[in-house]
C-alpha cells in the first residue's frame, strides 16, 4: 500500500497545478476591470512585472536550467506572441462587448487545439472525447453566453474575443512542446518576456499611455501579475508539461464556472438557472474528456505491451 501510494499521490500534482491555474485565471477579468486602464496596457504591465518578480528565481536556479538554444526557445518564443496577442486582444474586447461574450468566445480555444491536432499531429480522437468536448463547450455557453445564443452580436468584441481563441489556443499548443525542455517556471519567465515585448510594441502602435495611473490601478496590475501570470501560467505551464493539450485545453473551460461563483461574492452577481445547468453541464463534459484521455492511455499501453 505504501509503495503504491506514492505514484498515485504524484499523478494528482499535474491536475491540482491545472485547477490553481484555472483559479487564478478566474480572476483575470475582475483584474482588468478594477484597472480602470486600456486592456493592452494592463496585459503589458501583467506581463513585465511577472518578468522581475520571477527573475530572482531563474536566477538562483541557472545552474541548473537548460542552456538556451534557438531550438529550445522557439516555443516560449511562439507561446510568449500567443499569449501577447492573446491577452491584447481579450482586454480590449472587454471595452467592447460584455465580459460573458468575450469569455465564452475566446474558451472555444480546445475547438482548434483538437483541430490541429488531428489534422497535424494524427492524435487519436475517440467519440466520447468529441461528446465530452461539446458538453464542455455547451455548458459554458449557457454559462457565459445565453444572451449570445439567443441574440447574437457579432460586433467588433466578439471578432477580437474569437481571436483570442486562435491565440490562445497556439500557447497550449506550443507549451505543450516547450515544456519538455524546461521546468515550468523557466519557461512562463521565458514566455513573459516574450510576451511583454511583444505587449510594448502593441501599446506602441495603439499608442497607449503607459504612465500616469492612480495607485489603485497600479495595485491591480501588480495583482495581476502575482495571481493571473505568476502563479495562473506557472500552474499551467506545469500541467501541461503532464498532461496533453487537447486535455488541458477543454478544462480550461471551467475557468466560466470559476469566474461565475467567484462573481457572486466579489461582483454580486448570482447566477440564474440556466447559468447554473450550464456549469453542471460544463463538469459532466470536462469528466468526459478526461475519462477518454484515461482510456486512451490504458489503450496505448496495452497496445505496446502487446507487441
Known sequence: MTISAKPRILSTFPYLALFIGIFSLSLSAMFVRWANAPGPVTAFYRQLFAVFLLLPVILLRRKHNTAFNLKILIFPILAGVSTAFDLGLWTTALSYTTASNATMIGNTAPIWVALVGLIFFRERLKANFWIGLACTMGGAM????????????????????????????????????????????????????????????????????????????????????????????????????????????????????????????????????IQALGGAITLGGIYIVNQAHSQASKDAETEVAGR
Open 142 to 273: 449557457l454559462i457565459m453566453g445565453s444572451d449570445f445564443l439567443f441574440h447574437p452580436r457579432l460586433g467588433i468584441g466578439d471578432l477580437m474575443a474569437l481571436g483570442t481563441s486562435f491565440f490562445y489556443a497556439g500557447y497550449f499548443l506550443a507549451t505543450e512542446r516547450g515544456r519538455k525542455y524546461m521546468d515550468p517556471l523557466t519557461y512562463s519567465w521565458v514566455v513573459s518576456v516574450f510576451a511583454s515585448l511583444t505587449l510594448f510594441a502593441i501599446n506602441l502602435v495603439l499608442n497607449n499611455p503607459l504612465v500616469g495611473y492612480s495607485s489603485q490601478t497600479w495595485m491591480m496590475f501588480f495583482t495581476a501579475a502575482i495571481v493571473s501570470q505568476v502563479i495562473g501560467y506557472t500552474s499551467l505551464s506545469y500541467a501541461l508539461g503532464h498532461l496533453p493539450a487537447s486535455i488541458v485545453s477543454p478544462t480550461m473551460l471551467g475557468q466560466p464556472v470559476l469566474t461565475t461563483l467567484l462573481a457572486i461574492p466579489l461582483l454580486g452577481e448570482v447566477p440564474g438557472i
